[in-house]
């Protein structure tokens, strides 16, 4: 494990991972502003879904939350096993993850396009037809990006990982960055799909 | 830095677990008016948040300047929504 020179203030925590936390404050707040810009449009809006546009499927997106919490699980799981140098195990954990993540981009293609049933594009929830189409849409897939991302960010540190060249450290700030990914996706879902 | 157990972890995803499906139990109970239901979402799903930061990217074992640097910035839109509400009830008001 890479060891880090104490700092008064900050203690053992790297720079990278210092850094990491900056960004992901950073991108919170961008996630806060498109949160916000929802809450002002639905609690100004007369009526929120208009005649003809599909409710929400609370119950299938349940379950991507709770893959996603499983997918956090998996990468915890991840960096502790690659923290006790045990790099196998490490490897299933990420592997897990990313597979975690990709199972949660396909449920949400599911739910835009559909794939055994028609998706809300179909049903008449469209991109710029409401205030609720536009801020489901641009919410939930600015999220998907930040799965897309992260996904990508797993197998490339997978890799590097096999191949001996990434540290328990940088597992950490991968975790960091997908755990991120979960906690903004509980906000959403509350936010989004749940508040009446 | 200390970090939690494995039998921690499974502990939190439990929690998450359960208390998803009570947030989603929640919206199919009759009777409750909206307000309280939005409180209680919300009080959840901050809740939820918590125990990810905390335990599982470990926010819990950090020092108090990271903490802070993390906490500060987030209260400001935590605050704008505060004072939304506010707004929209005063307007709302007789």
């Known amino acids: 494990m890479t060891s880090w020179p104490r700092d008064e203030q900050f203690g053992t925590a790297s720079s990278g991972k210092i850094g990491m936390w900056i960004f992901l404050v950073s991108d919170a707040l961008s996630f806060a502003g498109l949160l916000l810009a929802y809450a002002i449009l639905r609690g100004g809006a007369v009526l929120w879904r208009h005649p003809g546009e599909p409710p929400l499927g609370v ?3 349940a379950g991507l939350t709770f893959l996603l919490i499983c997918s956090s699980v998996t990468m915890v799981l991840g960096y502790a096993s690659a923290l006790d140098g045990r790099r196998r195990e490490a490897s299933v954990w990420l592997a897990l993850t990313a597979l975690g993540g ?3 981009l396909c449920g ?3 739910e835009y396009f559909g794939i055994w049933s028609p998706g809300l594009t179909r049903e008449g929830l469209v991109l710029g037809g409401s ?5 489901f849409y641009v919410i939930t897939s600015f999220h998907g990006a930040h799965v897309l991302s992260g996904v ?3 197998l490339v540190t997978l890799v590097r990982w096999l191949r001996g060249t990434a540290t328990s450290a940088q597992v950490e700030l991968l975790g960091l960055f997908w755990h991120f990914v979960d906690l903004i996706w509980i906000l959403v879902f509350t936010f989004v799909y749940l508040l009446p | 830095m200390a970090h939690a157990s494995r039998r921690l972890y ?3 995803f439990v929690a998450l677990a359960i ?3 009570l947030e989603v139990g929640l919206i199919y109970l009759p009777g ?3 307000g309280p239901m939005i409180a209680a979402l919300v009080g959840v799903a901050i809740v939820k948040a918590s125990l990810v930061g905390l335990f599982f990217m470990h926010l819990r074992d950090e020092t108090r300047a990271l903490k802070l640097t993390v906490a500060v910035p987030l209260m400001t839109p935590g605050l704008y929504a505060v004072i939304l509400v506010a707004e929209a009830g005063w307007r709302l008001l007789p």
């Open chain 1, 102 to 104: 990709v199972l949660f």
């Open chain 1, 108 to 110: 949400q293609y599911q």
């Open chain 1, 152 to 154: 990508v960010f797993i």
């Open chain 2, 32 to 34: 409750i008016a909206r």
């Open chain 2, 10 to 12: 499974l502990a939190i």
């Open chain 1, 59 to 61: 119950n299938f997106t």
């Open chain 1, 131 to 135: 205030a609720y189409a536009s801020t």
């Open chain 2, 19 to 21: 208390l998803t499906a």
